[in-house]
Nanobody
Framework: QVQLVQSGGGLVQAGDSLRLSCVVP??????????MGWFRQPAGQEREFVAR????????YYSDSVKGRFTVSLNFAQNTGYLSMANLKPEDTAAYYC???????????????????WGLGTQVTVSS
């Protein structure tokens, strides 16, 4: 079982920027190619899709609520993905999770069930 390691997050004000990181532990480089997705879960609500990127960065997908404000990236050589968030809004407040899938699924793969391995999540709180 692979546990992704997340960092970043915190308390910011509306309009601020923040970057989340997600490391895929693979010291033996045996994990192979994967796509990384980002999800978030506001308190008391269901987990929702935020963004996705393929292993070579060739395809990216975003939910309508973050499009134009969030940017997903992946340094495959360093097994580290990022979610850069700009112009944050109070409604972006949630626990954010990264996840990976190795089946090279086509399209946005916006369902949490599409992903095999997850991070433990990091809290982002945006005050108004």
């Amino acid at each position: 079982q692979v546990q992704l390691v997340q960092s970043g997050g915190g308390l910011v004000q509306a309009g601020d920027s923040l970057r989340l990181s997600c490391v895929v532990p693979d010291p033996g480089r045996t994990f192979g190619r994967y796509a990384m997705g980002w999800f978030r879960q506001p308190a008391g609500q269901e987990r929702e899709f935020v963004a996705r990127i393929t292993w070579n960065g060739g395809e990216t997908y975003y939910s309508d609520s973050v499009k134009g404000r969030f940017t997903v990236s992946l340094n495959f050589a360093q097994n580290t993905g990022y979610l850069s968030m700009a112009n944050l809004k109070p409604e972006d407040t949630a626990a954010y999770y990264c996840a990976v899938e190795r089946r090279q699924m086509r399209g946005p793969a916006a369902s949490a069930g599409d992903y095999d391995f997850w991070g433990l999540g990091t809290q982002v709180t945006v005050s108004s």
